[in-house]
């Protein structure tokens, strides 16, 4: 018998190429008036077009996001916020740009226009990070969630190859964790399958023609799906070994999900087996875990924690922090088979059937 709570924040989001021409309607849609720009230094051009198409309603362009939300840029970018007297920002760029823009709201209030350019997810959700003292700390506010999303899939067309793959892959694991979430719903369950059928049948494509029109539309589709689930759903196993992994050990965010994302469905293959049937017909596979790797092996992704910077001297540490604190999952976390899939992991084993 099905029971559940599906609760769903209203979040206008405008879809299509070229949309990004919207932004000052929407801005002015949301009454916004001195809008500050905020971007990462590479795609500081990105942000001088936004200014560009803002006119009068830009206050001024930040291009100094950095990964995960460092504390002192976030200082600088709030203090840079009060000093042109922003009412609002614009955030174009990929989760590290989204964070600042959330960094921003949790103690400013500024709203926020998300302008994603890759599959992270982030403008969807409430959830925000910031890292202090080399340790990065999650959080949920309401606040932090932009305010409108703009999707413009010819953005994405500059993604480098390797970050399309991981960053799609990132996604993949928010819609993974969501169907075997306690707290799923029909609906995050429509949204993360069809989130996995528009990456598993696009990414391939995007990786031989960067500049395929359907395909990054499709891929940009099936992230904005992947935020959904991401918000709504409590993650498990996944994500928190992810973040245990990047944090303690700096590995890179995106690479991270790409390695574990298989071994980590494998892990709960036997307790979330509705999950894992629809993770594999989504996926067009006889097995989740499996189709997980093949998918990211034909990326040409990394599939072994050792190739992106991990020691092996490290791994029973891995394990000892990923199961300190419980945490839920449909099959329980416990230390040996954890320190198990860290090890298939760290050689790029694929998961057996
Ligand atoms: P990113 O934003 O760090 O981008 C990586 C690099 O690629 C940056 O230099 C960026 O400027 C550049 N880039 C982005 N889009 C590009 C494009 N279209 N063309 C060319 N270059 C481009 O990468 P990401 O994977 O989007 O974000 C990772 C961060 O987001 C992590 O810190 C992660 O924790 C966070 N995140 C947060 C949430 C959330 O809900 N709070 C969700 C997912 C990810």
């Known amino acids: 018998m099905r029971a559940f709570i599906h609760d769903q924040p209203t979040l206008r989001v405008v879809f299509g190429d070229g949309r990004l021409a919207d932004l000052p309607q929407e801005a002015d849609r949301l009454g916004l008036k001195r ?48 000093r042109v007297d922003a009412d609002g920002t614009v955030a174009i760029g990929g989760g590290t740009t989204t964070g600042l823009a959330k960094a921003i709201a949790l103690e400013l209030d500024l709203p926020s226009i998300a302008v994603p350019t890759t599959y992270a997810g982030s403008e969807m959700t409430s959830i925000y990070g910031l890292t202090e003292g080399g340790e990065k700390k999650t959080g949920r506010s309401d606040k932090v969630r932009p305010k409108a999303v703009i999707y413009d899939p010819t953005l ?26 306690s707290d799923t719903t029909p609906i995050i369950q429509l949204y993360a399958a069809d989130s996995i059928r528009a990456f598993a049948r696009s990414l391939p494509v995007i990786l031989r023609e960067p500049n395929n029109a359907a395909a ?53 293959r036997a307790a979330a087996p509705e999950a894992m049937r629809l993770i594999a017909a989504s996926l067009g596979a006889e097995d989740a875990a499996q189709g997980l790797y093949d998918l990211a092996s034909r990326l040409g992704a990394p599939v072994s924690l050792a190739e992106i910077g991990m020691k092996e001297q490290n791994l029973d540490r891995a ?30 084993k694929r998961p057996s059937a």
């Not at 190859?161 to 799609?168: D, F, Q, Y």
């Not at 394990?319 to 992991?345: F, H």
């Open 156 to 181: 994405t067309y500059g993604m480098p190859a390797r970050l399309s793959a991981t960053s799609g892959m990132n996604a993949l694991a928010h819609c993974v964790e969501a169907l075997y979430a």
């Open 35 to 82: 809008l500050l720009v905020l971007s990462t230094p590479e795609q500081e051009d990105a942000g001088k077009n936004a200014v560009k198409l803002l006119g009068p309603r830009a206050a001024g362009l930040y291009a100094q996001a950095r990964m995960h939300v460092p504390i002192e840029v976030a200082q600088i970018a709030r203090a840079e916020a009060k």
């Open 216 to 268: 990054r539309s499709d891929a940009h589709y099936a992230a904005w799906l992947a935020g959904i689930a991401l918000d709504r759903t409590v993650m498990g196993l996944h994500h928190k070994l992810c973040h245990t992994l990047g944090g303690s050990f700096d590995l890179p965010h995106a690479e991270v999900h790409t390695v574990i994302l298989p071994h980590a469905t494998a892990y709960n």
């Open 319 to 348: 394990a000892d922090l990923a199961t300190k604190t419980p945490y839920p999952n449909p099959r329980p976390v416990e230390r040996a088979p954890l320190r198990q899939l860290l090890d298939d992991a760290y050689r790029g």
